[in-house]
């Protein structure tokens, strides 16, 4: 009798302990904070593309040093004429020159404020991306 209730007792108890051990092991759901910033164009490029890209390159590296540095924030541009690029250029929904702010599944298109402010208000270009950079690491 004694052997039947010690069975029974490690029968209801090992489930019970098998949910703590889960529970305490589960991993962390991990949120993808990094931004990345996209600059596609064509292989000819005339000089405000070129000022779009260094430009927007210099503000991020200016406004976030340390998201840069550790890796959280990165700039890489991207030529649609290669052929390496054509999978990043359909998962991201881009066929054009494209400045383009993505963190998970949020993605900002300023492409337009680049062109418009790049060259003749740079300050003004900076504060825009500042804006937007901030809105999405809320």
Known sequence: MRTIK???????????????????????????????????????RCVTCKTVEAQARQDLEMLYPEKVKLGEMTFPAINLDDDSSKAIAEKLQ???????LVKGAKKVNITN???????????????????KVDGLLK
């Not at 881009?94 to 383009?100: A, K, Y």
């Open 94 to 100: 881009i066929s054009g020159q494209t400045l383009l």
């Open 6 to 44: 010690l069975i029974l007792f490690l029968t209801l108890l090992m489930p019970l302990v098998s949910l703590a051990q889960t529970n305490q092991t589960a991993p962390k759901k991990a949120v993808n904070e990094k931004i990345e910033a996209y600059y596609f164009h064509f292989s000819s």
């Open 113 to 131: 404020e680049g062109f418009l402010y790049a060259v003749s208000n740079p300050e003004k270009f900076k504060s825009i991306i500042k804006t």
